[in-house]
């Protein structure tokens, strides 16, 4: 028997081709068409992070924005951290958390800058007296056709970006976290299979996913959970801002379900790894996210 829930909800995703388009770095989310999802209107919230605070670096748009809103439906306070000229998409999902009856604030920087991530830290400490939820997703990307077209200066930004913003930010978390807390880092299906346009972009996912592991196995002695999401494509501003117009057209298309994913789909996993209730026994796991795909296990 047909379930009008689960046919609505397959039907209502934008599907290839998508509308042509090209934004400028970093993706301002409200010029995306169509809009990302991220409100999860099929998700049902039973306050499984009811008292917790969550930090969430390129918490602005995209998934990020996706997750902040989740965990404020699941009870979370929030802090997204963004740079300063994604003020605007900031704006916005505060709105969005607000809508919900969640907590948040807007914490304007750049991650590769080792001060600011001290300073955001302690911003969210001094407004919300705690933190439980560490997630590292701010990223960068930029496609290169030949490695002779990775300059040396993109090769040191992705880096800076993707990995020692990641690491910055749990060195200067790790110390006000407890037991029973948790950090969730973004890596991507790159960092498993690699791409050959994506040099240092795969190389730094590949770290993150290593990284988390790492981690995980350094932190759970003071009872701190560590994991990661690795989705394929995303329908967010970090892919239409650096790639072509007829390449936007048919981004996604690649997997099974013949579409990128909307972030809605992808900040439940998020919210699964930061429940104590739902995964107390998941230390180092990175989740892939696919659109059916069997590939990297």
């Known amino acids: 028997m047909s379930d009008p829930i689960r046919d609505e909800q397959q039907r209502r995703y934008p599907e290839n081709p998508l509308p042509p388009q090209e934004l400028t770095k970093p993706g301002d989310e409200s010029a995306l068409k169509p809009r990302p999802h991220y409100h999860g209107e099929f998700y049902r919230a039973a306050d499984k992070l009811r008292g917790k605070v969550a930090l969430i670096t390129g918490g602005d748009s995209g998934i990020g924005r996706a997750v902040a809103v989740h965990f404020a439906r699941e009870g979370a306070k929030v802090a997204i951290v963004h740079l300063p000229q994604e ?68 090769w040191d930004h992705t880096l800076r970006t993707n990995v020692y913003g990641y690491f910055y930010m749990v060195k200067v978390a790790v110390p006000h976290l407890k037991a029973g807390d948790t950090i969730i880092n973004t890596g991507s299906i790159t960092g498993l299979e690699g791409s050959a346009r994506l040099l240092d972009y795969s190389a730094t996912k590949g ?15 003071r009872g701190i959970r560590v994991n990661c999401v690795a989705p394929g494509p995303v329908w967010t501003p970090l892919n239409p801002a650096e790639r072509s117009a007829e390449e936007v057209a048919h981004f996604g298309e690649g997997t099974p379900l013949g579409r ?13 790894f930061a429940s104590n209730a739902d995964s107390s026994f998941v230390n180092g796991e ?11 296990g």
């Open 87 to 154: 003020k605007d998409d900031a704006q916005e999902t505060l709105a969005a958390v607000r809508e919900y009856g969640g907590e948040a604030i807007a914490i304007a920087g750049d991650v590769t800058d080792f001060g600011f991530c001290k300073q955001a830290v302690e911003q969210v400490l001094e407004h919300f007296g705690d933190l439980n939820i560490l997630v590292n997703n701010a990223a960068y990307q930029q496609h290169r056709d030949e490695v002779k077209e990775l300059s040396l200066e993109q």
């Open 207 to 221: 770290a993150i996913h290593a990284f988390t592991k790492s981690l995980a196995s350094n932190l759970i002695k």
């Open 286 to 296: 990175v989740l892939t996210l696919l659109g059916g795909s069997p590939r990297a």
């Open 260 to 272: 990128p994913a909307q972030p809605e789909e992808i900040a439940p996993a998020y919210v699964y």
